[in-house]
């Protein structure tokens, strides 16, 4: 999947959503990361094809999405916040998506994100993260070239969250958003970082790890560490640091883990 | 196939007990004794209680399962492939929610013997079907509901005043009036410039012209999902 964007721009009245984006990913996953009003959402909504852009203009594989007629077809779209006030089941949605032949996943994944446990609530009545399963059921179990997924996981609890970034790490052509990092670094192969509506930082896997910065998680917080400190996280610390230094003190028990510096460090540094 | 579903989906609890059955008994027994006496004392009572209050909080009833959030909106156009099935299904859904109380109202002025009246009752089904299709398209559904009540309730009000003048109403406001209150329209016919027939005539053409431009709004609708 190819995505791309020339002086990308949406305002709503006076207030720009997103401002001049200009970027070209190459990658089966991309995830968008940003703080709560970055743009993430704005941007998607662009890439979904369900707004269009105030300037400039966006491509996925080519193509306009915006300007596509079968858009609802061959992009599939999962928001965030997912509040239905429809009065029926979750049956009928079940039914109407079995009777979708470009819907040949359905079954399977009722039992996969634990949908069976609930089919006969309506959806109205439905917490925030149920509600979320189903919103993810609709965009997921259809074939399409693109899935465009906004928070897949802020409603779910972390073992149904681990289900669906696995799902979502065995597809191709997916769009995410996230202001999750571990979520963003568990899925995609390409990152687009946002802040205040315009891109930071961009890069694939390899450019984000290969900083030579470690992320470090101390066993007790407050700890202080003989490596220089970037940023700190709470108990999480990006330091830069030797890996023999960093084994030996893992192994005598004052740091929990470590791993290369990721995304947290990509999106502090572009601060 | 999907068409159908969406239909199904959307005609699903449209009518929610027991507030539909009782405004339907308010709608039939105020219909039955405000024309009982009509021919003595006028329509006025039938006028303001069915067609400026009753009729319009039950098309709210009717109109409230349509309108939906832009999430919602989102989320169905993506379960039924697109934006077309979503449309027919609420039009379907809502076409047979004031069917039903349309028929009931003009079935009791027709047994009344006012067949004239309960013509113009049903053209109350095509007129406020248009209403709600075009405010679902373009507005939330606070501001649908707010903007269906103003147009089918406060709007008639303000023109039952103006046909209590004695002199005749433009073109302008005698077309208004067959759109937006066709049974003060049709009760005073002498005070507008056309005739009841032509008045219904490009009421009809008018409703459905406007549903045909909240079709093709609603394909091409941009939404914010925020």
């Given amino acids: ?271 | 196939m999907l068409t159908q579903k969406a239909v199904k989906w959307y005609t699903k609890n449209l009518f929610p007990h027991p507030a539909t059955e009782i405004l339907l008994g308010l709608m039939i027994l105020s219909a039955w004794y405000s024309l009982k006496d009509a021919q003595k004392l006028g329509f006025y009572e039938f006028i303001i209680i069915v067609e400026a209050v009753l009729l319009p909080v039950y098309g709210i009833l009717v109109a409230t399962h349509v309108f939906r959030s832009q999430r919602v909106t989102l989320f169905e156009i993506t379960l039924f492939n697109g934006p077309e099935s979503v449309f027919l299904g609420r039009l379907t859904s809502a076409l047979l929610g004031l069917i039903v109380g349309a028929f009931c109202v003009a079935f009791i002025a027709y047994i009344q013997g006012y067949p004239k009246l309960a013509g113009s009752i049903l053209l109350k089904i095509p007129t406020y079907l248009a209403i709600m299709m075009i405010l679902m398209v373009w507005l939330d559904p606070i501001g649908s509901v707010i903007s269906f009540y103003i147009l089918t309730s406060a709007v008639p009000m303000g023109l039952y005043v103006l046909l209590t003048k004695p002199y005749p109403l433009n073109t302008a406001i005698s077309l208004l009036s067959y759109f937006l209150a066709p049974i003060e329209a049709t009760v005073n016919a002498r005070k507008l410039s056309l005739s009841v027939s032509a008045g219904y005539t490009v009421t009809l053409i008018f409703s459905v012209l406007i549903i045909l431009l909240a079709y093709i709004s609603f394909k091409k609708k941009d939404f914010e999902p925020q």
């Fill in chain 1, 1 to 271: 999947m190819i995505v791309e964007a020339e002086n990308l721009g949406v305002n709503y009245g006076r207030t720009w959503g997103i401002k001049d984006l200009t970027f070209k990913a190459k990658a089966e996953r991309l995830a968008l990361i940003g703080h709560n009003g970055s743009g993430k959402t704005t941007l998607l909504s662009v890439l979904s094809g369900i707004r269009h852009p105030t300037t400039g203009s966006a491509r996925i594989n080519g193509w306009e999405p915006y300007r596509r007629k079968d858009k609802w077809i061959v992009i599939r779209y999962s928001f965030e916040k997912p509040q239905f006030r429809i009065p029926v089941k979750v049956r009928d949605l079940v039914e109407i998506l079995r009777a979708n032949p470009m819907c040949p996943e359905v079954d399977e994944l009722i039992e996969v994100l634990g949908i069976s446990q609930f089919l006969e609530r309506r959806i109205d009545s439905l917490s925030s993260g149920q509600a979320q399963l189903c919103n993810l059921l609709v965009a997921l179990s259809c074939n399409s070239e693109v899935v465009i997924l906004d928070e897949p996981t802020a409603h779910l609890d972390s073992y149904r969250a681990g289900i669906v970034d696995e799902l979502i790490s065995k597809r191709k052509g997916v769009i995410i958003a996230t202001h999750d990092v571990e979520e963003g670094e568990a899925v995609a192969d390409y990152f687009l970082i946002m802040k205040e509506g315009r891109l930071v930082w961009t890069g694939d896997r390899k450019k984000l790890f290969s900083s030579g910065f470690y992320e470090v998680t101390l066993v007790e917080t407050g700890l202080q560490l003989p490596f220089e400190t970037l940023y700190r996280f709470g108990a999480t610390l990006i330091v830069k640091a030797d890996v023999n230094e960093l084994v030996e003190m893992m192994l005598k028990g004052v740091i929990a883990g470590f791993k290369r510096a990721g995304l947290r460090y990509a999106y502090a540094k572009s601060s």
